[in-house]
Each structure stands twice: as C-alpha cells, then as structure tokens.
Nanobody, 111 residues
C-alpha cells in the first residue's frame, strides 16, 4: 500500500522560498512518475511539477523558472523547491504517485 506524506508548507513572505517534501512508503519514488499539484481556494487542482522515473522533469507555467523538483532515492522522498514566492502561490500542495495522493501541505504567501 502506497502512502505519501507531504511536509514543508507554512507561512512565507512574498519573495521567499519553501522546500516541500513528499515522503513515500510502499513504492519507490524512482519507479514511476511523481507529481506535485496545488489547489487554491475556490479553484481547481493545478499541476505544478512532475519528475519521471528516468529523472526527467516538467513544470507548470505558473512556477516555471523558479521551481525545482528533485528526488532522493535514499530516503524515498521527492522535493519541490519554489523560489520567489508570490501571493498567488497560496494553495494546498499535494503529491501524487500512481493513483495515490497525500493529505497535502498548506502554503500561504502573505506579507
């Protein structure tokens, strides 16, 4: 059974950075694609970034150029670094592997 646990969210000022983590158990994060999504209040779920099982990466337009998705096979964790955070980045961030989802971690960007 796959379990995903996100962490690293919080309150940050505009222009700041956060590093989100998605710790997986039950399946290796290197075995298939892992995605980060986010959902802002009143909006649909948006793809933020993907890391493929071969290590290829893809970013959503909203975070392209200021985000990095990476994988630590030793700890079976996928990280998402977002820099230059903006108020519109405020959302719950979720990771997904196969059809499984974590519970999400809240990111709030506010002065």
């Amino acid at each position: 059974q796959v379990q995903l646990v996100e962490s690293g969210g919080g309150l940050v000022q505009p222009g700041g950075s956060l590093r989100l983590s998605c710790a997986a158990s039950g399946r290796a994060v290197s075995s298939e694609n892992v995605q980060w999504y986010r959902q802002a209040p009143g909006k649909g779920r948006e793809l933020v970034a993907v890391i493929g099982h071969l290590g290829t990466t893809l970013y959503g337009d909203s975070v392209k150029g200021r985000s990095t998705i990476s994988r630590d096979n030793a700890t079976n964790t996928v990280h998402l670094q977002i820099n230059n955070l903006k108020p519109e980045d405020t959302a719950i961030y979720y990771c997904s592997l196969n059809v499984c989802w974590g519970q999400g971690t809240q990111v709030t960007v506010s002065a």
